[in-house]
């Protein structure tokens, strides 16, 4: 058989279809066959030579919506307009307002159902999300003096930990039930660092999101 000269061409063919019968169809409704169906021209085998799975598929396509948020990130990291505390908000805001979270929310199984994906989340929590974006904002409020605490990683990790689990559909489920007051529970606990992270619009918008 020959060689594919073009592995990063069929990579990507593979993640944008993937993607588009993720977000129709859910991640659970998708299977390998559909997305050969929809590619044509290649086989199972070509398949699993880029990917082991549906569910290295799934990851694949998560970290690469993942990444337009990140790219927002790395944008607001840079503003010297707004405080650090000002833009953890901020942060807050974009995640719940983008196209990107609301696909994968939209897509993925329940992730206690699916502990590998889990797994995953908690990984990146750890090795990307905190050390990466949040932290350095942290750090920059205790420097600018709008966020006040000596613990910046810890911090770090509980606003990240709150947000991405707490209040997580894919773990918690989709009831918004309690939403608002667990929004303003997070506030009280991140007043004594002089952090507000929700206001009306931000609860309102969380709820639309998770429904």
């Known amino acids: 058989m020959a060689r594919n000269k073009y592995p990063e061409q069929t990579v990507a063919r593979i993640l944008e279809v993937s993607a588009r019968l993720f977000w129709e169809k859910g991640y659970e409704n998708t299977s390998i066959q559909d997305i050969l169906n ?17 569910e290295e598929i799934f990851d694949a396509v998560a970290t690469r919506e993942g990444e337009k948020n990140h790219e927002y990130f790395v ?78 990683y810890v911090l770090a990790e509980a606003i990240v930990l709150l947000i991405n689990v707490w209040l997580n559909p894919l773990i918690l489920g989709q009831d918004t039930t309690h939403l608002a007051d667990k929004c303003a529970l997070i506030n009280e606990f991140l007043a004594q660092y002089q952090i507000t992270l929700f206001d009306a619009d931000s609860i309102r918008a969380l709820e639309r999101f998770q429904k």
């Not at 044509?40 to 082991?52: E, P």
């Not at 929310?105 to 929590?125: C, G, M």
């Not at 750890?126 to 003096?145: K, M, S």
């Open 75 to 152: 944008e607001l990291q840079k503003d010297t307009t707004r405080t650090g505390a000002e833009k953890l908000r901020e942060i807050v805001r974009l995640h719940i307002a983008s196209d990107a979270t609301r696909n994968i929310v939209q897509a993925a199984p329940s992730l206690l159902e699916n502990p590998k994906f889990l797994a995953i989340q908690l990984k990146q929590i750890h090795e990307l999300i905190t050390p990466r974006f949040i932290l350095p904002i942290v750090e920059e409020g205790i420097a600018d003096g709008s966020i006040r605490t000596d613990k910046p």
């Open 38 to 54: 929809e590619l044509k021209d290649l086989t199972k085998g070509a398949i699993y030579h880029h990917f082991k799975s549906k």
